[in-house]
């Protein structure tokens, strides 16, 4: 089996900062691309960042400049620092993963439970 479990996520103030993390544990031979995204209430859930395996990044034109994500191979696990945070920022984070369980085994996608930020003064 294979889990993300989310942690970070809270109540801040505008211009507030959170970090959310994402460790994946379980059965894992190989990540590929690891994600952060996000669902608003009403809303679509939508691409927030994104990293690959060698370090390169994807952000959503609504974040960039104020939130970095990175990750740490050797503890499977991703980072999104947000700064400057906004009350549209709002919403249920999930993380996701592409993670290969046997070396030549299929890729599946897989999801954490999903963590609260709520920005709000």
């Known amino acids: 089996q294979v889990q993300l479990v989310e942690s970070g996520g809270g109540l801040v103030q505008p211009g507030g900062s959170l970090r959310l993390s994402c460790a994946a544990s379980g059965s894992i031979f190989s990540i590929s691309g690891m994600g952060w995204y996000r669902q608003a209430p009403g809303k679509q859930r939508e691409l927030v960042a994104a990293?690959?395996?060698?370090?390169?990044?994807n952000y959503a034109d609504s974040v960039k400049g104020r939130f970095t994500i990175s990750r740490d191979n050797a503890k499977n696990t991703v980072y999104l620092q947000m700064n400057s945070l906004k009350p549209e920022d709002t919403a249920v984070y999930y993380c996701n993963a592409d993670i290969r369980r046997r070396r030549w085994g299929p890729e599946t996608d897989y999801w954490g439970q999903g963590t609260q930020v709520t920005v709000s003064s």
């Open positions: 990293i690959t395996s060698g370090g390169s990044t």
